[in-house]
């Protein structure tokens, strides 16, 4: 059977630097595969775990949770046929409900296929004192179906941030591993899941876009890709290689924005680099070239108006589409 883990976490808790991290020590007689899924359309988590020689399902539009499992199961069922793997890591997007995923993993279809493993949950300190994390129904269920917490960012959080999310896991009774810069040992994936009844919650969500990206720049210097749902916006950029730019000016831009989360894997005049931003933390390092550049913004949708002006100023400095 096919060992599985679900690895869940609000946006910026650092799921795919932990997941990037395991594939590094995946036993060299298995073969590791990932289920991965973002809230926005233009799919950067896939292409930076691609890059570590892994076979990677992306299903983009926040739609792998949704409650008929369709996007889901078709992507599950693709990666299972395509990588025959002896493992599977799905990573649902930071504003995705466990509870759907748990229920198809667990469906009759996969009964004699696939063995669900420990569910991990990745936690920011910061997101313990924060009224809006604590009073998230998803994040709160996030924590609920976890088997392990991995506390990760620790060296960037206040005492009382570290001191809170303990008291926490605490009072929740879930056993935790402090995560450095999101690296954990692998063997903490081989436990048994061990089931959590949640109640169901109305889920509102979007689907994937119709328009596949690689044929939608034929022709475009750039082109921007935005979608909402549950009280989110994702506006991101998929740009030709050619365009080339500056890594401090996007930087420093990134970090005055009214946003939630960043990512970004991008041709600068330091070469291609991989920007990811969340919590008032930012970190770049050096990325592989690729056929395009992307870049991704998550914010609150209130913020529409502020962030529709950013993006067409950042848009303006990239000069015609076409």
């Known amino acids: 059977m096919i060992q599985v883990n679900l690895i869940t976490g609000m946006l910026g808790t650092g799921k795919t630097s932990a997941i990037k991290h395991w594939l590094t020590q995946a036993p060299k007689s298995e073969r590791w595969a990932v289920l991965v899924n973002e809230f926005g359309d ?4 896939g292409r930076l775990l691609a890059n570590e020689g892994i076979q990677v399902k992306e299903v983009p539009g926040g739609c792998l949770c949704c409650t008929a499992g369709v996007p889901f199961q078709t992507g599950l069922n693709e990666l299972i046929r395509r990588a025959k793997p002896d493992r599977i890591l799905i990573e649902p997007t930071g504003l995705g409900h466990p509870k759907n995923i748990i229920e198809s993993l ?3 279809q996969y009964r004699e296929v696939l063995n669900l493993q420990t569910a991990v949950c990745l936690l920011n300190p910061k ?10 129904q998803t994040f709160n269920d996030q924590l609920a179906i976890a088997d392990m917490v991995l506390l990760n960012y620790q060296d960037q959080a206040s005492q009382e941030d570290n001191e809170a999310a303990m008291n926490l896991l605490s009072e929740l009774d879930k056993p935790y591993v402090v995560a450095e810069f999101g690296q ?7 436990q048994s899941h061990q089931a959590v009844e949640l109640a169901s919650h109305a889920h509102h969500h979007h689907h994937p876009t119709a328009i596949k990206i690689t044929a939608a720049l034929e022709g475009e210097r750039w082109r921007r890709f935005q979608s909402q749902g549950q009280g989110m916006l994702a506006v991101g950029w998929v740009l030709d290689a050619s365009i080339e730019l500056d890594a401090g000016t996007i930087q420093e831009w990134v970090q005055g924005l009214p946003i939630v989360r960043a990512k970004a894997v991008f041709n600068s005049n330091a070469g291609w680099l991989q920007l990811q931003w969340a919590d008032g933390c930012l970190s770049t390092m050096p990325a592989p070239s690729a056929l395009d550049s992307r870049i991704e913004l998550i914010a609150d949708l209130a913020e529409l108006n502020e962030l529709e002006l950013a993006a067409t100023q950042f848009e303006q400095q990239l000069g015609p589409a076409k």
């Open 106 to 108: 667990l469906a009759p």
């Open 42 to 45: 233009i799919g950067i988590d």
């Open 184 to 190: 954990s040992d692998w063997q903490l994936l081989n």
């Open 127 to 136: 997101h313990a004192r924060s009224d809006k994390h604590l009073a998230h």
